[in-house]
């Protein structure tokens, strides 16, 4: 099994920063893409950022400038430094990884999310 641990996230003022990171451990032989998803409540889960393993990144366009996603490959570790904190990012933000498995298989993982309260 994979299992991915999250952590980072807390109640911060508007124009503040959080660093987010995420580990997976586990029956992993290599790791593809690793990503951020947030879900604001009523809304549907949006990719906030994402990094292949060759490190092409892609961010969406309400973050871009503000959020930098990067990943430590000896830790399995991936992270998300976010500024210039707006009300708007407030939600529950899930990392998410496309991985290998020692048993030669590819699975799609998500971690259990962590709290991100930006307050106004």
């Known amino acids: 099994q994979v299992q991915l641990v999250e952590s980072g996230g807390d109640l911060v003022q508007a124009g503040g920063s959080l660093r987010l990171s995420c580990a997976a451990s586990g029956r992993i032989f290599s790791i593809d893409s690793m990503g951020w998803y947030r879900q604001a409540p009523g809304k549907q889960r949006e990719l906030v950022a994402s990094?292949?393993?060759?490190?092409?990144?892609n961010y969406a366009d309400s973050v871009k400038g503000r959020f930098t996603i990067s990943r430590d490959n000896t830790k399995n570790t991936v992270y998300l430094q976010m500024n210039g904190l707006k009300s708007e990012d407030t939600g529950v933000y899930y990392c998410?990884?496309?991985?290998?498995?020692?048993?030669?298989?590819?699975?799609?993982?998500w971690g259990q999310g962590t709290q991100v309260t930006v307050s106004s």
């Open positions: 998410n990884i496309d991985c290998v498995t020692t048993g030669w298989v590819r699975r799609n993982y």
């Open positions: 990094i292949t393993g060759g490190g092409t990144i």
